[in-house]
């Protein structure tokens, strides 16, 4: 019965998790996914068993309420408005088809933003806008990211971008003044009045094609597959091909991230892996710029953002650990570049240094962040430098000559003729470690 209490207990509290934290935006969603996912990694047991005792020594009151009926198109069409709320920056929580507190909050959120009347209650027009700017979004992900890197908001900066467009308004053209790589084109003179003629001025072209995300998972099968055939995973004495080593360091990682991700969910009594999937996805909108500057900014830079955002969330290191980790390989599991790169990147600013290996694998692939060898590099030797000082190996951890084979793939040591090592690891056993 304890038992049963309990798992009742936890599963209503994914549910109806309160909305805090500092930040409107960040704080309410990532409280969500903490206290939907993890709250029974992270929460004492003897804590919420003193808690249930209480709860039994109280008199109960009984209140009954009626159920909202909310048939089943409803309820589908609600599903969708929470996602394209979640995608745009406006924190609706799961997205469940019922429209709740959290979802109304998100909904005047976006209203506020838009320069509606913030009523929570959407209009056939507001709803419309909203739920179609998303699926153009979804569409052309390509010349979504160069809109959002643009306008500099986000992804709200889409909405605005999209509106603006729709409007028949174009933004005013930055003039600056001549150089190697920016040609201003002046006006010229009508000498009958004096006066400048209008001339436009020149900017580049702008093609914003749409780009497919390549699959992690049928990259990482590919590779399987080659490993195999060359008898098992390189070894730092077996090493000719920087780039083959890794692209097998990467898969070997995810492989593992999955792993733990499963044996900390398997924790949470009441939840199944489809329901922590979707509690992560809501990373991806919270973590989007962070993930962006991935590609454009140097490592410490990118960190002391990210270091800023923990601090604003109000959480306690352990929890957002926990929600990380399991949101790594819930990423992976998704095919999730953004899920995976924004935990990834969490960890590594609470001092989780040897995660750094992931962000310098994609950059290195350019999966979730554009191919940059260049940026990828510091990532890897923070993590390297890690696993020398003897932090533990959350990846591999079995596999001794992991850090040069990392040298290598970093391009930091030469591919071939390396020390050679005791002999390369077959595919990993799955010796999960205890999270904090």
């Not at 930055?174 to 010229?188: E, L």
């Not at 924790?267 to 489809?274: E, F, K, R």
């Given at each position: 019965m304890t038992k049963r209490i309990v798992t009742t207990f936890?599963?209503?509290?994914?549910?109806?998790?309160?909305?805090?934290?500092?930040?409107?935006?960040?704080?309410?969603?990532?409280?969500?996914?903490?206290?939907?996912?993890?709250?029974?990694?992270?929460?004492?047991?003897?804590?919420?068993?003193?808690?249930?005792?209480?709860?039994?020594?109280?008199?109960?009151?009984?209140?009954?309420?009626?159920?909202?009926?909310?048939?089943?198109?409803?309820?589908e069409?609600?599903?969708?408005?929470?996602?394209?709320?979640?995608?745009?920056?406006?924190?609706?929580?799961?997205?469940?088809?019922?429209?709740?507190?959290?979802?109304?909050?998100?909904?005047?959120?976006?209203?506020?933003?838009?320069?509606?009347?913030?009523?929570?209650?959407?209009?056939?027009?507001e709803r419309g806008f909203l739920v179609s700017s998303y699926y153009r979004a979804q569409s052309s992900p390509g010349q979504a990211a160069q809109v959002i890197a643009q306008r500099g908001q986000g992804p709200r900066g889409l909405l605005i971008a999209y509106r603006d467009e729709a409007a028949g308004v174009t933004q005013?053209?930055?003039?600056?003044?001549?150089?190697?790589?920016?040609?201003?084109?002046?006006?010229?003179?009508d000498t009958a009045t004096e006066t400048p003629a209008v001339e436009p001025v020149a900017t580049l072209p702008s093609f914003g094609t749409a780009t497919q995300e390549r699959s992690m998972a049928s990259f990482c099968n590919q590779v399987t597959m080659l490993t195999t055939a060359n008898g098992g995973v390189t070894t730092v004495s077996s090493a000719s091909d920087p780039d083959f080593v890794g692209s097998e360091q990467f898969c070997l990682a995810r492989t593992y991230a999955i792993a733990t991700s499963e044996a900390l969910s398997k924790?949470?009594?009441?939840?199944?892996?489809?329901q922590t999937d979707e509690q992560c996805a809501a990373f991806a909108p919270v973590m989007q710029q962070y993930v962006a500057a991935l590609s454009l900014k140097p490592r410490d830079q990118v960190l002391q953002e990210v270091g800023q955002f923990v601090l604003s969330t109000g959480q306690a290191p352990a929890q957002l650990k926990s929600t990380a980790r399991i949101c790594l390989g819930s990423?992976?599991?998704?095919?999730?570049?953004?899920?995976?790169?924004?935990?990834?990147?969490?960890?590594?600013a609470l001092g989780e240094a040897p995660y750094a290996e992931v962000l310098g694998h994609h950059l290195n692939e350019g999966f979730g962040a554009t191919a940059r060898t260049d940026l990828a590099q510091p990532w890897y030797e923070a993590a390297i430098a890690a696993l020398e000082a003897?932090?533990?190996?959350?990846?591999?951890?079995?596999?001794a000559d992991?850090?040069?084979?990392?040298?290598?793939?970093?391009?930091?040591?030469?591919?071939?003729?390396?020390?050679?090592?005791?002999?390369?690891s077959v595919l990993p056993a799955f010796n999960v470690p205890a999270a904090d």
């Open positions: 936890l599963a209503t509290a994914m549910v109806i998790t309160p909305v805090s934290g500092a930040m409107a935006d960040a704080g309410d969603v990532l409280g969500g996914v903490i206290g939907g996912v993890i709250g029974g990694v992270i929460v004492n047991e003897g804590a919420r068993q003193r808690e249930l005792q209480r709860q039994r020594q109280q008199p109960r009151v009984v209140v009954r309420r009626s159920a909202p009926v909310v048939n089943t198109a409803q309820r069409r609600n599903r969708e408005t929470q996602v394209a709320l979640n995608y745009f920056g406006f924190p609706a929580g799961t997205p469940d088809g019922v429209l709740g507190r959290n979802s109304r909050s998100a909904i005047s959120q976006y209203q506020a933003h838009m320069g509606y009347a913030a009523t929570g209650q959407l209009s056939e027009f005013t053209p930055v003039v600056v003044q001549p150089s190697t790589t920016t040609v201003v084109v002046a006006p010229a003179t924790q949470v009594p009441g939840v199944t892996i489809a990423g992976y599991r998704a095919d999730s570049a953004d899920v995976a790169i924004g935990s990834g990147l969490l960890l590594v003897g932090a533990p190996g959350v990846f591999a951890p079995g596999q992991r850090p040069q084979l990392l040298r290598v793939a970093a391009g930091l040591a030469p591919g071939a003729g390396a020390a050679a090592a005791s002999g390369g």
